[in-house]
């Protein structure tokens, strides 16, 4: 059974502090990983994709990706609280279906002014 | 500005009644996917098709069904729904090729009573 897990949270933080999210998966094949953000009744938008080892920066937003300890995880920096959503972190699923993407349960981030 | 839309956004029908949700991306995407969102089970693979003609059940496809007869519609149907099947779905596509990333509709919310 291909998993991604996740920290359901809620992950608190203050404003401007640096948020960490976290996420395992069990498929070593997958190769492309996904963050999503959802906000309450909303649906997800990606927010950043990362397909290589290393770190991904895009804005306030840091994806890092370790293979090796299939481990994937999103830093947003100064933490805004328009940031508080649910984050849905997502891999490929490799061999067979590989159009798929397995979600994680997402973990809830609120950031408090 | 291409886009994906879903429709109803909500709908509220009876136990035992064909329902059809519809799916339109006009991004030229070939693969399209449902999925249902409840608490506690995240998002689920209902069905998806990697183009037309082309459909494949996913891991809660129990009665459900879809078909593609273009690129770019993919309309869930239930064919007699049941209060299980309360839940909020969310249409999905992606281009063809290795990025595999989503982009997700506005969702349906269902309510079968």
């Known amino acids: 059974q291909k998993e991604v897990e996740q920290n359901s949270g809620p992950l608190s933080v203050p404003e401007g502090a640096i948020a960490s999210l976290n996420c395992t998966y069990s498929d070593r094949g997958s190769q492309s990983f996904f963050w999503y953000r959802q906000y309450s009744g909303k649906s997800p938008e990606l927010i950043m994709s990362i397909y290589s080892n290393g770190d991904k920066e895009d804005g306030r937003f840091t994806a890092q990706l370790n293979k090796a300890s299939q481990y994937v995880s999103l830093l947003i920096r100064d933490s805004q609280p328009s940031d508080s959503a649910t984050y849905l972190c997502?891999?490929?699923?490799?061999?067979?279906?590989?159009?798929?993407?397995?979600f994680g349960k997402g973990t809830k981030l609120s950031v408090k002014p | 500005d291409a886009e994906i839309t879903q429709s109803p956004r909500h709908k509220i029908t009876e136990t035992g009644r064909q329902v059809t949700l519809a799916c339109h991306q006009t991004?030229?995407?070939?693969?399209m996917f449902w999925y249902r969102q409840d608490l506690g089970h995240g998002l689920r693979l209902i069905h998806y098709s990697y183009g037309v003609q082309d459909t494949n059940k996913g891991e809660v496809s129990d009665g459900y069904s879809v078909s593609r007869s273009n690129t770019e519609d993919l309309p869930l149907t239930l064919e007699s729904a049941a209060s299980s099947q309360t839940s909020v779905y969310f249409c999905?596509?992606?281009?063809?090729?290795?990025?595999?990333?989503?982009?997700f509709g506005p969702g349906t919310r269902l309510t079968v009573t």
């Open positions: 991004w030229n995407h070939n693969n």
């Open positions: 999905a596509s992606s281009p063809s090729g290795a990025s595999y990333e989503q982009y």
């Open positions: 997502a891999v490929n699923h490799y061999g067979g279906s590989q159009g798929n993407l397995i």
